[in-house]
């Protein structure tokens, strides 16, 4: 189904493999510690990966937030910032990347996608309004929760389907979005969010035939809609790989299109370049005007909006490099190779492959673990544990509690492995694609996990939790016993 991507190279006997096509400049250590080090370090961390330290850590696949690597150009352009509390030239270089790049007129700065969402939930969500969009993202649904709003997720039913061929599992429903629209109002809908290439269920994509779609929907109901461009460049390169009539159009042209359709387009920079940000974009004044008081009041003057002028320079050349589809395609190049490996090792994956990471299906790989006792956030300490590898979770850990204090069981239980760009490579690759098929041949040592503090807000960040039993001291030891005196 999906086409060769220019990141991805063929050898004579036929087999196709993912390929660097940059080369490493500045590097920086990495250290491998001891099983009996790694498995002390998680203890200390309280079972949650955000917890860890780096220097115990081989490699960091948490998240791709902030943690891309930045290309020379970038680095460079860092020299020339403008020091300058309003009218830096820094921000008007970034301004002119963004009108160009996202083709808006209005643009305003934030120091990252959720002060963006925080701006956008103050004046867009009354109380009692319903947000329909193709799935959640934790930081938005927090700001919109706390406006008074409610989230509604309208995916179709491939969406939440872990093995599927379905190209764009990103796509709002359309029945569903009519159904919304019939039940509360469009006087009731804040605005209706779209997600590029969807965080929390594998970063799966959407397409532009569904937005065009929910456009002519949104035009009858005079709704407007925003897009939560995080992802931008990877769900425009999978329209290109996916989409027949984009076949052959280049991403730039893609993501013009798909901001074209929205009215408001916000962006975390730490996805979209490889830095600190973000920013909020629109053609309207009107949006603007309304927005705009409120960035000197959370963020900083409308010409840094809490960047510094070092960012925003890099900001800028990252943004013209996400429509460069050599830099735009290496990340699901590699994601692509890992899941394609996992599953003909039958080992339980999301598909196809999507954006920003390989997604494990925690509830196929510990079967014998209860959703109640956190199977994705167990899978993430147990892979830890015998890879030095750190994946996120994204379950229930990442969930909430309902008014009687049960947890909101998860629609999936995923361990994300992240692949930022252009930071690993194929032999590291390879490295974590082993020791994930060893402990799937090992998965029956491991256990669950329970909460031992946890916060009331976004608790997977700095929540502890402990094992129910010791199964973490029984999977080292037979790593221990596999491995010999190896890593
Ligand atoms: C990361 C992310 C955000 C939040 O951005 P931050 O810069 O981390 O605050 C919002 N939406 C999506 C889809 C994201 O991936």
Redesign the pocket.
Known sequence: MDKNGSSTIRFAGGEQIPVELHKVRIVQKLHLKPVEERLEAIEKGGYNTFLLNTQDIFLDML?D??TNAMSDNQVSSMLHADDAYSGSQSFYRMEAALKEVFGKKYILPAH??????NIISKIFVKPGDVIPTNYH?T??MAHIEINGGKVLEIYGEEAVKIKSNHPFKGNIDVDKLRAVIDEYGAEKIGFIRF?????LIGGQPFSLANMREVRKIADEHGLMIVL?A??IGENAWFIKQREEEYENVHIKDILLEMCGLSELVYF????VTST???GICTDSEDIYMKLRDLVPLYEGFLTYGGMSVREIEAMAVGLYETTDETVISQSPAFIKYAVEQLDKAGIPVVTPAGA?GCHLDAMGFLPHVRQEEYPAGALAAALFIVSGCRGMERGTVSSVRDEDGNDILADMELLRLAFPRRVFTLSQTLFLLDRVKWLYANRELVGGLKFVEEPPVLRFFMGRLAPVSDWPQKLAAKFREDFGDSL
Do not use: C, V
């Not at 990252?112 to 969402?117: I, S, V, Y």
């Not at 997600?195 to 965080?199: F, K």
């Not at 975390?268 to 996805?271: C, F, T, V």
């Open positions: 998240t937030s902030g990252q996608g959720r002060a963006a969402e993202f930081t938005t997600e590029a290439s969807t965080n939560d995080s992802l975390s920079s730490r996805k600190r940000g973000g920003l």
